[in-house]
Nanobody
Framework: QVLLVESGGGLVQPGGSLRLSCRAPRAIFSVFSGYDMDWYRQTPEKQRELVASITSSSKITYADSVKGRFTISRDNSRKTVYLHMNNLEPEDTAVYSC???????WGQGTQVTVSS
């Protein structure tokens, strides 16, 4: 398993923005560059939902629920994948986690709460 560390969550009002980070501090740079990465979110009431994906060649896909509001990106030099979240809605409240596709490598998650 690869250690993944998420950060950037918090409490934000509807319409606000957050940037989440997923860092692989112990990964070798050249190996991290080859990872295809996912951001997921989960609430106690719902199944885990795939929010966004970015491949090693930076092919990107989004869930319909976040298209136009969220942007996934990566900085291989920092061994980090980002999730920029704009125009947040209460329905976006969840624990957000990153994952290396096809592996059991997950971070601990970061809580995002959207509330007035």
């Amino acid at each position: 398993q690869v250690l993944l560390v998420e950060s950037g969550g918090g409490l934000v009002q509807p319409g606000g923005s957050l940037r989440l980070s997923c860092r692989a501090p112990r990964a070798i740079f050249s190996v991290f560059s080859g990872y295809d990465m996912d951001w997921y979110r989960q609430t106690p009431e719902k199944q885990r939902e795939l929010v966004a994906s970015i491949t090693s060649s930076s092919k990107i896909t989004y869930a319909d629920s976040v298209k136009g509001r969220f942007t996934i990106s990566r900085d291989n030099s920092r061994k980090t994948v980002y999730l920029h979240m704009n125009n947040l809605e209460p329905e976006d409240t969840a624990v957000y986690s990153c994952n290396i596709q096809g592996t059991n490598s997950w971070g601990q998650g970061t809580q995002v709460t959207v509330s007035s």
